[in-house]
């Protein structure tokens, strides 16, 4: 099974949604390729989203809404993957998918590699008053890295969480 890169972000800006039920927006930033591989306004439609307002050259790119909620689709570059802001903090979240059925060993070092290119993305970003998590795709292997990774992680402002086959979310190291 194939958790993509948009699926991963979609589950995770759901996941803020029901961890702060205030929280009114959120935005997430694919790239053209991760509109191909996940029908994001299928799976949005799905979830009672309806698109508002169209934006950009995508069949996708726009401001969808439920009601109460708003879920921003938008394909500029450099923002981060999911973006929000609450209480007067900005959280910035870095996702990668990944293949997490597979034993191969070459896709569960992808897998391990995205996690890490996450957090060097976010260690990248200016420091800031910011919330920031690296997102991946929960496997065995994952899980076993990110259980080493968090208390260094951790002191650089940075949570994880990863994403199950059916879209929950587990944050590593919460209490």
Request: some cysteine; aromatic content about 6%; hydrophobic content about 35%.
């Amino acid at each position: 099974m194939h958790l993509t890169e948009a699926a991963v972000m979609l589950a995770f800006a759901f996941h803020l949604f029901r961890r702060n039920p205030s929280l009114t927006r959120v935005e997430i930033h694919p790239d053209g390729e991760h509109g191909k591989r996940f029908d994001i306004q299928g799976w949005l439609e799905s979830q009672g989203f309806a698109l508002i307002r169209r934006e950009g050259t995508t069949s996708y790119g726009g401001e969808y809404s439920d009601g109460s909620r708003e879920l921003y689709v938008s394909l500029k570059p450099g923002l981060g993957d999911v973006v929000t802001s609450t209480n007067g903090v900005h959280i910035v979240a870095e996702c990668k998918g990944g293949i997490i059925n597979s034993k191969h060993a070459g896709q569960k070092s992808r897998l391990r590699k995205g996690l890490c290119e996450a957090v060097g993305l976010l260690l990248s970003r200016p420091i800031g008053d910011e919330m920031q998590f690296a997102v991946v795709p929960k496997t065995q292997d994952t899980e076993t890295l990110s259980g080493r990774m968090i208390a260094r992680c951790k002191t650089s402002g940075i949570g994880i969480c990863l994403v199950g086959a059916d879209g929950s979310v587990f944050e590593v190291g919460a209490s």
